[in-house]
């Protein structure tokens, strides 16, 4: 029923491009932040972005990662187990540095990362989603996505152009934040900003989707960016070379592929 | 962008009010704060639309028929990447066998790919000026001399579920944590001990990989027409135990051994079956060539590698929040007649058991045990010469592995010790490593040795403990 919703939502969106309130009136805030979820995550059965994140510290000193990713929804299924692939290729130091990921919905992600110097698999023990991913100020779950099963949501407040969503975690130790607050499009469901509030209930850190573009149907933020006031700096990450729906073999997310990326399906 | 500075100068003067007497020039925010924000959204506080959701999504920025070309766009060459490495080391405390400095060197690294839809062609080649080796004649196989080549390979995809790797590569297999028992590819200690990188423990390999891949089993055969043996420790860069001596050596007694290397006749083959079952990866292995040290002698005293074969099996998956590992392998020793040569090294059984997790933000805790033991120990131990150390029989080792990440991933603190309870030793190697920015690099690190015993399988290594200090500047074209 949720699927059948947002799919009818998101050809609204698409097709006429008008926004719907009465419809999106009727929908409970559970409804609301799995479309945003899957909006942001899940679009497509696969996709392929190239990635360039710009870190800039709290002196002001920037760095720069480039990595492409592959990604394939398991069973094609929104808000479901995923798998990712991502080869890196800047900073010099870290060219051709692959890295597997199987996340879980329940349960930890398993992850490898393959050093090319050495021919090394290593598997990752990381069960910490909220670290930086890369040195960033993305942590994995932001890159990969937060499965909205593990907050309690709240509707806030519903403007012209925004679902207002307070999220608190329902298992507190697993989160640094006491809650975050998502301001969803209601249009596209794309989450525009997500602030998060420590247990002074301060705010610490932003995410704000800076840029919009559609590709295969889909709207997709090709440009957002993170600040955090308690390490300082932000980083801004922007995606390139976009496509949806590749012809994307499940096997690519395999040991096979660590070793030996497949060169032709991670694009340009 | 107005309404975000409002509500900044807005939430300025509400903080420095509640202060007392606001100043009457208010300090600028430093990049990155933002003002305190209100619990209840106003006006102010929402975000404004980003370019692309303003107005009706405009037409598809990519069409599906642009993506096959795309895809088939690949660029045929990605670009050199590398290093400049310069480091030094020193000696702890004073050698009569060796000077001070154990590692002074100025390395060039350059990587590069070129690929086509048809294959794809990796050469990474070391150039390398070394004040401690005096011979500058170049010996790929050892890696001696001032070019080492660490990859020049060709990789091919003719069928879908085959990849052939051909030319010189590094190749790495199993489950420990610098313990490698099924892996039977050439390992350089000399590098690892005297203060290289980690990358520099392996060798690389002239060789043949082909790798099957099936849904019941994936199956990789690697063919190496000459032996590859380990750069071992030769008595040259630094010191170890001799027993025929019974005292530790250096450059006074350096070993010569002799290397099977003819073509074809010396060559090794290693076999992997693997699969996984869910996140479990399940492998078995078999090795067919020679000891990849010296491990035996011939009868006139002069070192061999002495045939072996080595059958095994690892597991690997998530355990308890971490990742458990197990491996096991038989060292076959085929020259050795049920224990009964003293120049010969019995067979062996190696198995390890390893744990890893998380242990906070940026934090890894590990611990391995390892166990080897010698098969036909009574029977050799007779026919010994020298003093025999019985409980040499089996020898077990345990290590713990601590890593750190700091200042947002730009240190790295690692450090991981091996201590054996029956041989009395231990070895600890610690490496901290600070990124300054994307092309500056520094790093340092001790290898220590410690141990009462001349002949411990660490401690014999005592006189070559060191500190080394390293820049490395990177680049990319």
Redesign the interface.
Known sequence: MNALIKSLLLAG??VV?TSTPLVAQELDVDTIVHNASAQAYYQGENGRARAHMT????Q??E??REFTILRTDVGDEDNGDQKFFVLF?????V??TTFLV?KNTQG?D?RWLY?P?????R??????ER??F??SHFFYEDVSGRSPLEDAHEL??T?D??F?VDSRPIDTRAAEFIRY?S?I?R??F?P??I?YFDSN???YR?Y??????????Y?T???SEI???R????TRLRFE???Y??DLPE?VF???YLR?PP?????? | MIMRCMAAILGLALFSGSLGEAEAQPPSL?????P??Q?E?NASN??V?????IE?????????DE?GR??????LF?GL???IDWRVGSRARGNRNHPSTIMHELRGQV?G?W?T?AG?FAL?TDLVLDDVEDDLAVNLNTGEGFVDV?EASL?LRPTGNL?L?VGR?????GTGDLIFLNDMFPKDYVSFFGGRD??Y??APSDALRA?L?FNAV?VEFIYVPQFDADRFLTGERLSYFNPALDGIVGPGAVIAPTIPDRWIQDDELAIRL?R?FG?F?VAGYAYRGFWKSPAGQSASGTPVFPELSVYGASA?G?VL???A?SEFAYYDSMEDVAGRSALTPNSQLRWLVGF???AG??R?I?VQYYQERRMQFDSWARYQTGRVRSEDETRHLVSARLTQLAA???LTLSAIAFWSPNQDDLYVRATAQF?L???W?INGGVNAFAGPRDDGFFSQFRDNSSIYFGV?R???T
């Open positions: 969106t698409i491009s870190i800039v510290d709290a002001g000193r760095r720069i290729s800047r900073p010099a130091d060219n051709g199987w930890d398993d050093l110097a050495l021919d090394l698999v598997r990752i023990a990381a069960s910490d670290t930086s890369v040195g806030v407040e403007t152009l925004y207002v607050r301001y499009h249009e596209s794309v525009v900003r602030e209930d301060t705010l932003t704000s989707a800076l840029e919009v573009e559609t590709h295969d149907g709207p933020v090709v440009a600040e955090d006031t390490s300082g700096g932000k070379d976009i496509a729906d590749i096997g395999q040991e096979r030996n060169r032709a399906l991670l694009g340009r | 430093p990049t990155g704060l933002s305190p924000q619990d959204p929402l975000p639309l980003p370019p692309g959701l009706a999504p405009e037409a598809d920025q990519t069409r599906s993506m795309e895809v088939s766009e690949t660029r990605t990447t590398g290093f990587r790919e690929s839809p794809t990474t660490r990789l990849d790797k590569q590094v190749l790495t297999w980690e990358e423990l392996k790798s891949f994936n693997y996984q996140a990866e690997r998530p929040g971490g990742i590992s890893e997790r998380e933000p940026n890894t590990s947002n991933q730009n990124k920015n994307d092309i690099r490395r990177s680049f990319a």
